[in-house]
C-alpha cells in the first residue's frame, strides 16, 4: 500500500493542478465542473522536467497525461468530499508547506541574487589560487575546473551572505531563549536513559 502510495503522490508532484472552468479555452475533460483545457494540458507539459515531457509525447502519452490529471482531481474531489481538508492533521502539514514555500521564496530573493558569481569572479579566483589546481607539476586547465569552481564559490558564497542576513535578522527581531525550558529538556531526555537501563535485564 506504501509503494502505491508514494507511486501515486510522485506523480502527482510532478504533475501541476487542473484548472477550474472560467479558465479560457474549450474543455478536453470536465470532473464535476472542473475543466482541464488543451491550454491546461501545455502548461503541464511545459512545467516537467525534461525526462518527464518525454512520458508524455504523443497521442498515447497525451492520453496518459489527461488521465493522471482525471485521477488526481478525483482523488482530490473525494478528500475534499470527506472533509480531509478540514482534518487538523491536514491543516497543520498545509501551515508547514507554506512556511517552507515562504521561506524558499525569501532566501531566492536576498540569498541567491545576491550571491551570484560572474566569469570574472570565478577566473580571479582561479588565477590567484593556481598553486591548488596542480597535479604531478602541471597546471590543470581554467575551463576543465570552470564548472566545480563555480558551484563552489557559489555555496561558499551564498553561505556567506545567508549567515549574515540570519545575523542581520537576529538584531532586528526580539529574540526571547528561555534557558531553564531548554535545560530542563536536556535532563528529561537523560533522565528517560536512565529509566531505560534500569529497567534493562540483568546478564
Keep these: 500500500m506504501k509503494k502505491i502510495a508514494v507511486f501515486v503522490l510522485t506523480v502527482f508532484l510532478v504533475l501541476g493542478c487542473a484548472k477550474k ?23 503541464e507539459v511545459e512545467a516537467l522536467p525534461p525526462f518527464a515531457q518525454k512520458m508524455f509525447e504523443g497521442e498515447e502519452g497525451i492520453a496518459r497525461l489527461i488521465d493522471e490529471l482525471i485521477k488526481k482531481e478525483l482523488l482530490y474531489q473525494e478528500a475534499k468530499k470527506k472533509g480531509l481538508d478540514r482534518d487538523a492533521a491536514y491543516l497543520k502539514k498545509v501551515a508547514d508547506s507554506q512556511k517552507l514555500i515562504l521561506i524558499s521564496a525569501l532566501l531566492e530573493k536576498e540569498i541567491e541574487d545576491k550571491a551570484k558569481l560572474s566569469d570574472k569572479d570565478v577566473m580571479d579566483f582561479y588565477e590567484k589560487n593556481k598553486a591548488d589546481f596542480m597535479v604531478q607539476g602541471k597546471t590543470i586547465e581554467f575551463e576543465k575546473v570552470r564548472d566545480m569552481l563555480a558551484q563552489r564559490l557559489t555555496a561558499q558564497k551564498q553561505k556567506e551572505v545567508f549567515d549574515g542576513y540570519v545575523e542581520s535578522l537576529k538584531k532586528s ?24 537501563k534500569k529497567e534493562e535485564p540483568k546478564k
Aim: net charge positive; aromatic share 4%; charged share 45%.
Design 173 to 196: 527581531y526580539k529574540i526571547d531563549v528561555n534557558k531553564e525550558a531548554i535545560a530542563g529538556l536536556s535532563k528529561k531526555e537523560e533522565t528517560k536513559k536512565e529509566d531505560v
Design 21 to 43: 472552468e472560467e479558465q479560457k479555452g474549450q474543455y478536453l475533460v470536465k470532473i464535476n465542473g472542473v475543466a482541464i483545457t488543451k491550454e491546461d494540458l501545455k502548461k
